[in-house]
Antibody, heavy 122, light 107 residues
Framework: EVQLVQSGAEVKKPGESLRISCKGS????????ISWVRQMPGKGLEWMGRIDPSDSYTNYSPSFQGHVTISADKSISTAYLQWSSLKASDTAMYYCARPLGTMIANDAFDIWGQGTMVTVSS | EIVLTQSPDFQSVTPKEKVTITCRASQSIGSSLHWYQQKPDQSPKLLIKYASQSISGVPSRFSGSGSGTDFTLTINSLEAEDAATYYCHQSSSLQGTFGQGTKLEIK
């Protein structure tokens, strides 16, 4: 079964760092880009950025460039989203998602992780 | 950035009713428009790809149409299980964007 399994919920304080993960299984991890999508409480979906796990090339939305870092470790089929200094406004559900087509950066997302809830509060 | 604007934001409908949700792009995106359904506490689910192409396993009452800047998701004969928020998403530009969502409430 093709799936993306994300790490568990996190509760952090402002200023702390964090890395959440997304592990792919059931397919060739290096053949598909992985995107990250934010959903703030009660709000809509926002595309944050993507990574090509085969070479770790990344694209970011201007809204998130410089605020988060997307990385991947192809040896363990895992993509990451990390923050160096969290803010309360980073409180949200974060999803990883895989596109339909192989080696296609821009595509519909047919596989989604279950989401990781990040809560940032003092 | 390509902006997607959905209408309506909210709709209350009765079972068996036909529902139409529209998505307008700020510039032409060809057919690179996809639709998702998100139920409370669940991940989004792909319903329609490339404006009108069906997805295996998705009920046939869901259909899509449009191209360029104007797109429509139609749900024929609405069922209670269709209560959800629906999002459009464009993959025409390198920076993907989503519409703000349309929440469907079943009366």
């Amino acid at each position: 079964e093709v799936q993306l399994v994300q790490s568990g919920a996190e509760v952090k304080k402002p200023g702390e760092s964090l890395r959440i993960s997304c592990k792919g299984s059931g397919y060739s991890f290096t053949s598909y880009w992985i995107s990250w999508v934010r959903q703030m409480p009660g709000k809509g979906l926002e595309w944050m950025g993507r990574i090509d796990p085969s070479d770790s090339y990344t694209n970011y939305s201007p809204s998130f460039q410089g605020h988060v870092t997307i990385s991947a470790d192809k040896s363990i089929s895992t993509a990451y989203l990390q923050w160096s200094s969290l803010k309360a406004s980073d409180t949200a559900m974060y999803y990883c998602a895989r596109p339909l087509g192989t080696m296609i950066a821009n595509d519909a997302f047919d596989i989604w992780g279950q989401g990781t809830m990040v809560t940032v509060s003092s | 950035e390509i902006v997607l604007t959905q209408s309506p934001d909210f709709q209350s409908v009765t079972p068996k009713e036909k529902v139409t949700i529209t998505c307008r792009a700020s510039q032409s995106i060809g057919s690179s428009l996809h639709w998702y359904q998100q139920k409370p506490d669940q991940s989004p689910k792909l319903l329609i790809k490339y404006a009108s192409q069906s997805i295996s396993g998705v009920p046939s009452r869901f259909s899509g149409s449009g191209s360029g800047t104007d797109f429509t998701l139609t749900i024929n004969s609405l069922e209670a299980e269709d209560a959800a928020t629906y999002y459009c998403h464009q993959s025409s530009s390198l920076q993907g964007t989503f519409g703000q969502g349309t929440k469907l409430e079943i009366k």
